[in-house]
Structures are given as C-alpha cells and as structure tokens.
C-alpha cells in the first residue's frame, strides 16, 4: 500500500480527539451511584471506553433483564453536563486545517450515539469535518467496519485511500475488517500500521508538516 494514495483521514472521537477520560468515568460512576453500585473499577472503565451507550449499560448491569428505569436514569442525567471535562487533543484543530488545505476528506467513525453533534458544537468543531459517523448512524457500531465501509461509499474511496485514527481494539479490528490504514493514538501495545503519539506525528506520517 502507497501512503501518497490517502484521501481521507477519519478519527475517533474518544481517547484521540479528546481525552474524554474524566468525562466518561464522572457520567458513569453517577448511573451506577443512582443504582447503589459502586464506581468503575479500571477493567470496567477501560471496556465502556469502547463500547456504545447501550453495551455499557448491558455490560455494567448484567443481571438486569429489563434495563428501562436505567435508561430512564441516562435521559434524567443526560451526557451534555459532562462535556466540560473533555479536553481537546493538543494540535487538533491545527490538523484539521491542514488537512483542509491539502485536499483530505476529514471524518469521525464514532460509537458515540447522541452526543457528536453537541461536542463538536460546544468546543466550535462544527465546520472540521465533512463526514461525521456515529453508532447511531449504523446498524453495526465498532467493531464492525460498517463506519468505515459508509465513509468509503459516500465518497467512492478505497481501503487504501482511508487513514483511521484510534485508541482502542475495537478500532482495530473496525480498520483491519475495513482493510483501511491504521494508525492507533497513544496506544504503543495496539499493533497498527504507525503508532503516534501527537497529532504532529500525524502530519508527518502524511507529509502535510
């Protein structure tokens, strides 16, 4: 595969763009406090990271057979509070220019449900992308490559031709059934085709510095 032959660059949302790492855990730990659980342990954090709205609460109360007076809890406590504590990448916005102003497509493949629109709104990322992908947009969240395989129709691209960014195994597995670039963030034990750190690595690897 030829790295010049990248037309889009497609990001996930937690753990790359942001460190959503606080937020997660203080909206978590605030459901399993309304059900008299105790908070998320690391084993617990590290798999909700990854996982859709509603896998994590399958997976956080596995002996609940009817799950509704919890969901009822999320609407009551709603996700839009804890926005404040994301923290933006470092250089994030400053890629995204630069990926403008050297042609790429700039999307999100995302298993956040409700939320994109509202962050991207409240830190103003609302004009960054072209292609904005969450689980509710799909059939499939990751790690299934629908993401991915939606992006590539929508813009008659190849595998080849795509370079997804993210953080955790179930965006590895998304990239390599997509047989799209991987690059996995600040994650130097995920095996992907690079491993940065920055978003100035991502530059790099581009040849957009």
């Known amino acids: 595969m030829d790295i010049s032959k990248i037309k889009a660059v497609v990001f996930d949302c937690d753990g790359v763009m942001f ?6 855990r203080k909206y978590y730990d605030e459901v ?5 659980k105790p908070p998320l342990n690391e084993e617990q954090f590290v798999n909700v990271h990854m996982m859709t709205v509603k896998e994590a609460i ?6 609940v057979k009817d799950l509704e ?13 804890f926005i404040k504590y994301m923290i933006p ?3 994030l916005k400053s890629l995204l220019v630069k990926l403008k102003n050297n042609g790429f497509i700039r999307g999100i493949g995302t298993n956040r449900t409700n939320t994109m ?14 292609v904005v992908i969450t689980a509710a947009k799909v059939k499939k969240p990751k790690p299934d490559p629908e993401q991915l395989l939606v992006i590539m129709a929508k813009y008659d691209l190849k595998p080849d031709q795509i ?9 590895r597995q998304a990239a390599v059934s997509a047989k799209v670039w991987f690059a996995a963030f ?4 995920l095996k992907a085709d690079f491993n940065v750190d920055s978003m100035d690595e991502i530059a790099k690897i581009l040849q957009i510095n």
């Open 69 to 81: 007076k919890v969901y009822d809890c999320l609407k009551t406590i709603g996700y839009h509070k």
């Open 186 to 189: 600040k994650q130097p034990d």
């Open 163 to 171: 370079l997804f960014i993210g953080d955790s195994d179930y965006d």
């Open 32 to 36: 399993l406090q309304n059900f008299s």
């Open 89 to 91: 990448e470092e250089g």
């Open 19 to 24: 460190d959503t790492a606080k937020a997660n």
């Open 117 to 130: 629109e509202k962050v991207l709104e409240d830190f103003g990322f609302e004009d960054y992308f072209e």
């Open 58 to 63: 399958e997976y956080l109360f596995p002996d």
